[in-house]
């Protein structure tokens, strides 16, 4: 033997040897308490109120730390699980109390409420956690504004364990409103420790090392790779997790999302594209869950900017020309809510989102262009978030399809992420464009004043209607049970029907895979892991 | 001149190129549309929160304001905070870069392995069945684009073979991380002497190691076959031949250590390219590099992050530069650091 030939066949058997320990890969065996998520996004702070954090770093929030009060679970028809907005329960507060003008909420607090470091859990920790909401701005401020939470003084610490929250005008999304991430309770003592003159707030110590009293605490961080929790046996604030340790691990590609959900290496995908989801529903290898989201809608927009869409009968005329079924089936796959053929062209509910009285009718869409000016056609964009490109491109390109054959000539303009806010929201400039707005707090008034009301940031139609103005601000803080609460949202609802600024696709459902093995997932307003409930079997 | 005033000059050569990159880079990312402050107003922002925001991230000032507070705290090292992860943009590229590193750094160990064996055979058999075994690896390799090719792999060797980990990143969830030494898992955890460690993060390393490899075979390939070529049909290697040396003496002593200089600045290129291009193979194996880490810094408008992720492969790259220019002069001595 030469050494050429050596070299050759040494070079064999190192390639050969190589491969053996490949041929008996343990698949990886968690213990039966911890719970394997994945999710798409990364997290990029533990603490919500911090100033850019983003929306999946909400679950933080959820799962670390607690509020003053959660909502209950319902049974939804296919037999998952959501949470229930009618249904507030306590969480850190044991009870609470209405003063008889309805002005002020008196909570009492758990005796045995501790947070992680064993001192209790007092009146003064929520009302510096809360003011802290206010104080940081942003997102949280705002949040806190829609229960009416808008001064630091209406927060009140009554004594240790008795905590009021004084409301300028009673409001039916007061309440609700505690329930909601962004109103946590922290550790105020273990913050102040770390706050500076420049940091009052504890920011900066906040952000990477939670200080909370949450179900979960969290045992590590790997910033853009993992987030692991770990159980507080001391929690009080419902029922002990069914998981000793939650597993969150952050996987960028959907594909190698499918493959680990399917190959049984992960409890639970979440948030999966509809098209996957439609796949593994027909494999039956792992569950699919379907959860509507809640005062949610896809919608496209039509803005009063631009001229045509001033007449209603033009409106009129592009909702008729929508080719519904064909944008569910193929840009949503079939999983959703339908939101168009509603039987009457009256409103008769107060359910929302509820279908509206159009449907794909070119005769009809035609007849009612030719009664306008602008009957000989016209050319308009429709805009679309390259971000959410996975409905909205299928979506504009079968609306395009569908309004050129009543003469209405449309081109796509993709708008980047980045700016979509911008132009889209802020500057509310795009003459047609979809959008997908949904509610945290569900009552169809709280979707009109985000969506209908001038000047607010998701009215992206600069619809501006005063008798629909009138209504929402009779509406948004009246409580459910008024008499005439119900009559004034199904006249709201009425001019949407007729007036249409926003034509509605289908209402959006959260899709998760999850192991046969994994139970108690249950659908959350804020669409984020709520790992609480989570249990292997 | 001494080796180290030779460097210290190359150094003190390429300050103002990379000014210039940083200004080019400050401008650009102010230029393009998008705002930072708009995104991480967030959800129910209104044009209050939205300037809030922008006062605090500083960037309500003017350009040339921050532009001298950018210079101010690169003197001091500081390259800013990065917005989108929260955590400062120089611990970010400091833990993203060995991840990248290592996974290119390895890549290219494998496709050199390959490639090079590959080329000089190609060139000795010109035409023959391995010459068009290296035309079809090298083609299929350069046209199969990244994510599909990990995409494949993953769905061959994991999704049905079972043979390959979990693509979940460096390391399994069940093993902690060595104490970190070069950044390198598999050479941290050979110096911790943990062994398990070791393998386990080595499995992990193996499939987009392959993903990338096989795209990077393409280019040294290819060039270590036409430089074998062009050395194969040169004037001394008659003279060698001619003097009876031995074919291997002539092959490896003569032909390939003159094909050298072209495949290591080709090597040199495949690799800074691929450094920060393999953003595609991040995704699809959840690797923590630094590529994913700029797309998504873009993506949301991260100025700090962009910058200093465009300024730190510049500084890299001078250093490869350095680095080619003197393995050239010890390949060849007629060949000087200087050009």
């Known amino acids: 033997m030469n050494r050429r030939d050596l070299l050759k066949s040494a070079g064999a058997v190192a390639a050969g040897a190589s491969l053996l320990p490949f041929l008996k890969s343990t698949a990886w065996a968690a213990p039966n308490d911890t719970v394997v998520v994945l999710i798409g996004n990364t997290i990029n702070s533990l603490d919500i109120h911090r100033p850019g954090t983003n929306r999946p770093s909400y679950q933080v929030a959820v799962n670390v730390y607690d509020r003053l009060v959660t909502f209950g679970t319902k049974k939804l028809a296919d037999g998952s699980l959501a949470y229930d907005y009618d249904k507030v329960e306590p969480e850190l507060a044991e009870s609470w109390t209405f003063s008889p003008d309805r002005k002020s909420i008196t909570f009492k607090i758990k005796a045995n409420a501790t947070f992680w470091d064993g001192s209790p859990v007092t009146a003064e920790d929520v009302k510096w956690s809360f003011e802290r909401a206010l104080a940081l701005g942003g997102f949280p401020k705002v949040q806190m504004g829609a229960g009416g939470f808008v001064d630091p003084a209406q927060f009140v610490a009554v004594d240790a364990k008795t905590f009021r929250i004084d409301l300028k005008r009673p409001s039916k999304l007061s309440l609700p409103n505690l329930g909601v991430p962004v109103a946590v309770v922290i550790n105020s003592k273990a913050a102040k420790a770390k706050a500076t003159a420049k940091d009052p707030w504890a920011a900066e110590f906040l952000h990477r090392t939670p200080a909370g009293s949450g179900a979960f605490k969290v045992e590590r961080w790997d910033s853009g790779q993992q987030l692991i929790y770990v159980r507080n046996d001391k929690w009080v604030g419902g029922p002990l997790p069914g998981a000793q340790r939650v597993i969150i691990r952050e996987v960028p590609s959907s594909a190698t999302r499918r493959a680990l959900i399917e190959r049984g290496d992960a409890h639970l995908s979440f948030q999966i594209p509809n098209k996957d989801a439609q796949e593994l529903n027909a494999g039956k290898k792992v569950k699919v869950t379907g959860s509507p989201i809640d005062n949610c809608l896809h919608v496209a927009c039509l803005n009063y900017n631009f001229e045509p869409f001033r007449d209603q009968k033009v409106r009129q005329a592009v909702a008729w020309a929508i080719p519904y079924e064909q944008i569910f089936k193929q840009a949503a796959y079939g999983r959703g809510v339908p939101m168009w053929g509603g039987k009457s062209p009256k409103a008769a509910s107060v359910a929302w989102p509820q279908p509206f009285p159009y449907s794909t009718d070119l005769a009809k869409a035609k007849a009612l262009l030719d009664q306008t000016p602008f009957k000989g056609g016209f050319e308009v964009p429709l805009s679309y978030d390259l971000g959410v490109a996975d409905w909205a491109e299928p979506t504009a390109l079968l609306i395009q399809e569908s309004l050129g054959k009543i003469g209405i000539k449309v081109t796509l303009n993709k708008v980047p992420g980045a700016n979509w806010r911008t132009v889209a929201l802020v500057e509310k400039k795009l003459p047609f464009l979809l959008e997908n707005f949904g509610g945290w707090l569900n009552t169809p008034d709280y979707y009109f004043y985000w969506a209908y009301i001038k000047g607010n940031l998701f009215n992206a139609s600069n619809y501006d209607d005063p008798t629909v103005k009138k209504l929402v601000e009779e509406t948004l803080h009246m409580e459910k049970s008024d008499p005439s609460y119900a009559a004034k949202i199904r006249q709201m609802i009425q001019k949407a029907f007729d007036d249409v600024p926003r034509i509605p696709l289908w209402q959006p459902t959260l899709e998760s895979a999850m192991s046969p093995k994994l139970e108690g997932y249950e659908f959350w307003f804020h669409r984020q892991v709520d790992a609480r409930s989570y249990k292997i079997v | 001149m001494s080796g180290l005033a030779t460097i210290l000059s190359r150094m003190l050569q390429a300050i103002p190129t990379l000014f210039g990159i940083v200004v080019v880079t400050f401008l650009l990312t102010r230029a393009l549309p998008g705002d930072p402050a708009a995104y991480f107003a967030g959800a129910s922002a209104t044009p209050e929160s939205i300037a809030e925001i922008r006062a605090k991230l500083g960037l309500d000032q003017s350009l040339p304001v921050q532009f001298w507070r950018y210079l101010g705290s690169l003197g001091q090292g500081d390259l800013g905070q990065s917005i989108s992860t929260g955590q400062p943009v120089s611990t970010e590229l400091l833990r993203r870069l ?242």
């Open chain 2, 98 to 339: 060995p991840a990248s590193l290592e996974l290119t750094l390895f890549a290219l160990l494998m496709s050199v392995t390959v490639a090079v064996p590959l080329g000089v055979l190609a060139a000795v058999r010109q035409d023959s069945w391995v010459d068009q075994l290296c035309r079809f690896i090298v083609t299929a390799g350069v046209s199969l684009p990244t994510f599909f090719t990990g995409l494949l792999l993953v769905y061959i060797f994991y999704f049905i073979l079972g043979w390959a980990p979990a693509p979940l990143g460096r390391l399994d969830m069940l093993h902690v991380a060595p104490p970190p030494v070069t950044g390198f898992l598999v050479l941290d955890g050979l110096i911790a002497g943990d062994l398990k460690v070791t393998w386990a993060a080595f499995k992990q390393l193996l499939l987009p190691g392959i993903t990338l490899a096989l795209f990077t075979l393409a280019p040294l390939a290819r060039m270590t076959r036409a430089a074998m070529l062009q050395a194969l049909a040169s004037e001394y290697l008659r003279t060698a031949r001619a003097a009876g040396l031995s074919p291997g003496r002539v092959l490896f002593v003569y032909a390939f250590r003159n094909a050298l200089l072209p495949v290591i600045t080709t090597l040199g290129m495949v690799f800074s390219f691929t450094l920060g291009a393999n953003v595609l193979v991040e995704k699809v194996f959840a690797w923590p590099g630094i590529g994913s880490y700029a797309i998504e810094a873009l993506v949301v408008s991260d100025y700090a992050a962009v910058q200093g992720f465009v300024l730190s492969m510049a500084v890299l790259f001078v250093v490869l530069n350095l680095v080619i220019d003197t393995l050239y002069t010890l390949i060849d001595p007629r060949v000087t650091i200087d050009g």
